[in-house]
């Protein structure tokens, strides 16, 4: 089946410092999406992109669409502590279902 | 808006003992989900229901059965529980591909331990 490879698995940065983290896969998919989870919570949606190439913000968040539509990417602008979270990337091809990739836990060290 | 709701949250469960989780969207989603949430694993898919009277397999569907009982709710079932089921349980909707990208809202899950 599909799977999605998220890098890195972990990430400890100091406040202020930019992220970035990335999904790739082997096989196409049509949109892919971004979660944050917060401890104790279920994730929750941060961006959807659904056109190759497509760069889109939300605040100090900018994700993109790769151009082979095999890869996302998420960036995280000056981090601050209520950044602190799992990072899920999404991606769905032709079924409805998404496929997960296993998450980038980020601590932000104050 | 309460969105997704699950219950229980907590749970302890001895071996062999059943149990259901409970799940309801008021968001007249057409598609609801459940996924198991392991450390290092990311989110797996149990069981989903594209549509009411529907149910389908995920990628982890052993020892687990569903009901969509309605357009809003959609139960898991343990009939014997196992500690390998020891794991953090998600509920999941969406409107589904009739509205274009598959995106989901999530509950807040319901936390199992199987002793």
């Known amino acids: 089946g599909q799977q999605l490879n998220q890098s890195p698995q972990s990430m400890f940065i100091q406040e202020g410092e930019d992220v970035s983290m990335n999904c790739t896969s082997s096989?196409?998919?049509?949109?892919w999406l971004w979660y944050k989870q917060e401890p104790g919570e279920g994730p929750v949606l941060l961006i959807a992109?659904?056109?190759?190439?497509e760069l889109t913000s939300n605040g100090r968040l900018t994700a993109q669409f790769g151009i082979t539509r095999k890869d996302s990417f998420l960036n995280i602008s000056a981090s601050i502590p209520s950044d602190v979270g799992i990072y899920f990337c999404?991606?769905?091809?032709?079924?409805?279902?998404?496929?997960f990739g296993k998450g980038t836990k980020l601590t932000v060290n104050p | 808006n309460a969105g997704v709701t699950q219950t229980p949250k907590f749970q302890v469960l001895k071996t062999g003992q059943s149990m259901t989780l409970q799940c309801a969207q008021d968001?007249?989603?057409?598609?609801m989900y459940w996924y198991r949430q392991d450390p290092g694993m990311g989110l797996r898919l149990i069981y989903y229901s594209a549509s009411e009277g529907t149910t389908d397999k995920g990628e982890v569907p052993n020892g687990y059965n569903v009901s969509r009982l309605n357009k809003r709710e959609f139960s898991l079932r343990l009939e014997s529980a196992a500690p390998s089921q020891t794991s953090v349980y998600f509920c999941a909707s969406s409107a589904g591909r009739t509205s274009g990208a598959n995106v989901l809202t999530f509950g807040a899950g319901s936390r199992l331990t199987v002793l």
């Open positions: 992109l659904y056109k190759a190439g």
């Open positions: 096989s196409i998919f049509n949109t």
């Open positions: 999404a991606g769905q091809g032709g079924s409805e279902k998404l496929v």
């Open positions: 968001m007249n989603h057409n598609s």
